[in-house]
C-alpha cells in the first residue's frame, strides 16, 4: 500500500512568528493523533530522526518492521517524555538506573530495564524480558510523545541496512510512499544512535552499543559505578574479515573499508588503491578528517571535520554515507579516529557499515 506521506515543517525559525508558532503546534497536534491511533510519524531527536508508532498497538508496532524492512528479532526503543510514562511499563528497577535517569535524560541513553508484561506490543521487546527506554533531548520529540499520551516505540527513521537519518530528507529517501507523516525539525544533533546500556547487579553498568553518552562520560557521573564495554568493535585492530561477513547496518551502497595506521601510510595506500579501482571504472569515494582531505584524490572525497572535533565528524557521517549514494561511488576508502570519546561511537559504526572492513596498515 502507498501512502501519502505528510511533511510538517517545525523547525525553530530564527525570527519565530505567532502563528509560525501556531502552525507547528498544530503539526505536532495532527502527527501525534495519527501515532495515537495507530499510524508512523518520523520525527527528530538529538540523536538521529526516529520513526514512532504507539508502542501498545500490535500493528501499528508492525507497520514499522514492515516499513523499515527490519528483521523481527531486533527490539525496539520505547521512548517516553517524562520518568512517570514509566510507570505501568516496566517492574521495579535498581536504584542505580533511577540515578542514570535523573543524570542522563532527557538524553541520548536507552536503558534496558526489566518490562512488565502484557502491557507493550510483544513486538517491541522481541519477546525479550527486558525493554530499552530513553526519553530524548528535542522539544519536537518531546512535544510528540506528550500528545500522543502513549509510549512510543522508535527505531531510526531509515530502510533497515542504511545509515540512519540525520535530516527530514533523508527519511523521505528511504521511506517516502511507507509512512504517514514526518516532522521536519532541520538537522538532528549529536548525529549517531543513542547509547545502549544494561544494569548488572547493584553497581555495574554494561554498555551494549556506544552513543552520544560517552563511556567516560558515564564513568565520570558514576565513579562507583563498574563499567563494562563490550568490546566487540571499539576500534580493536582487526585484521580484514571476509566482506562475506558483512554486518547490514548503517552501510553505503559503494563497499566501504576503513584504513588505520600512521597519517602517512594511509594517503598513500588509500591513494593507490582508489587509482586501481579508477582504472578499473569504479567511482571513488574517500572519507577524510580535515587534516588531511586535500591530500587524497578521489571522485568524491568528503570532509569529517577536523580530528580533534570528533563530534562534528559525529554530526556529518551518515549524510556523508548517503552522499557517496548519490554520486553513485562504487568504492569508499575512510580514515579511522581514536576510539575516544564520541570517536568511540563514531568507530563503532563506521566498522558496522563497512561489514567489520578494518585495515591495520601497522600490523
Ligand atoms: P535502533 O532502534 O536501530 O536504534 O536499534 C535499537 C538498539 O537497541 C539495537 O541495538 C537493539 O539491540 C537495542 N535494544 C533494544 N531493546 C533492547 C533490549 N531489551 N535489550 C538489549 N538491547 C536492546
Ligand atoms: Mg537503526
Not at 79 to 108: I, N, Q
Request: glycine fraction near 10%; include cysteine; aromatic fraction near 4%.
Amino acid at each position: 500500500m502507498v501512502l501519502n506521506t505528510k511533511v510538517w515543517i517545525v523547525q525553530d525559525k530564527e525570527s519565530a512568528t505567532a502563528s509560525y508558532a501556531q502552525e507547528a503546534g498544530e503539526a505536532l497536534r495532527q502527527a501525534a493523533d495519527i501515532v495515537r491511533q495507530g499510524g508512523l510519524i518520523a520525527f527528530p531527536t538529538e540523536t538521529v530522526y526516529g520513526l514512532g508508532a504507539n508502542a501498545l498497538n500490535t500493528e501499528a508496532v508492525a507497520g514499522i518492521f514492515q516499513a523499515k524492512g527490519r528483521p523481527s528479532d531486533n527490539p525496539l526503543i520505547v521512548h517516553v517524555a517524562s520518568e512517570t510514562d514509566l510507570d505501568g511499563l516496566v517492574l521495579p528497577y535498581p536504584p542505580l538506573a533511577g540515578r542514570l535517569m535523573k543524570r542522563f535524560w532527557p538524553g541520548p541513553l536507552t536503558i534496558v530495564l526489566p518490562v512488565r508484561p502484557d502491557v507493550l506490543s510483544p513486538l517491541v521487546t522481541a519477546n525479550l524480558r527486558t525493554v530499552g527506554i530513553r526519553m530524548p533531548d528535542h522539544p519536537v520529540a518531546l512535544e510528540l510523545i506528550k500528545l500522543a499520551g502513549c509510549p512510543v516505540a522508535a527505531p531510526s527513521a531509515n530502510r533497515s541496512g542504511r545509515p540512519s537519518p540525520t535530516l527530514a530528507a533523508h527519511v523521505m529517501e528511504d521511506l517516502s510512499g511507507r509512512i504517514d507523516g514526518i516532522l521536519d525539525g532541520g538537522a538532528t544533533g549529536v548525529g549517531l544512535e543513542s547509547t545502549v546500556v544494561e544494569l548488572e547487579g547493584e553497581r555495574g553498568i554494561r554498555i551494549l552499543r556506544p552513543g552520544g553518552v560517552t563511556e567516560e562520560a558515564l564513568r565520570l557521573a558514576f565513579p562507583d559505578a563498574e563499567i563494562v564495554s563490550e568490546p566487540e568493535t571499539s576500534a580493536a585492530p582487526e585484521k580484514p574479515r571476509s566482506p562475506g561477513m558483512k554486518y547490514t547496518h548503517y552501510a553505503p551502497k559503494g563497499e566501504l573499508s576503513i584504513i588505520q595506521g600512521q597519517p602517512e601510510a594511509v594517503i598513500s595506500y588509500v591513494n593507490e588503491q582508489a587509482r586501481q579501482s579508477k582504472a578499473d571504472g569504479v567511482a571513488t569515494g574517500i572519507l577524510s578528517f580535515s587534516e588531511r582531505s586535500s591530500r587524497y584524490e578521489a571522485d568524491l572525497v568528503l570532509d569529517l571535520g577536523s580530528e580533534s572535533k570528533p563530534e562534528e565528524a559525529a554530526h556529518r557521517l551518515y549524510g556523508a554515507l548517503r552522499q557517496f549514494d548519490e554520486a553513485g561511488i562504487g568504492r569508499i576508502w575512510s580514515e579511522a579516529c581514536r576510539p575516544e570519546g564520541i570517536g568511540d561511537a563514531l568507530m563503532n559504526r563506521l566498522v558496522k557499515a563497512a561489514g567489520g572492513m578494518l585495515i591495520e596498515l601497522d600490523k
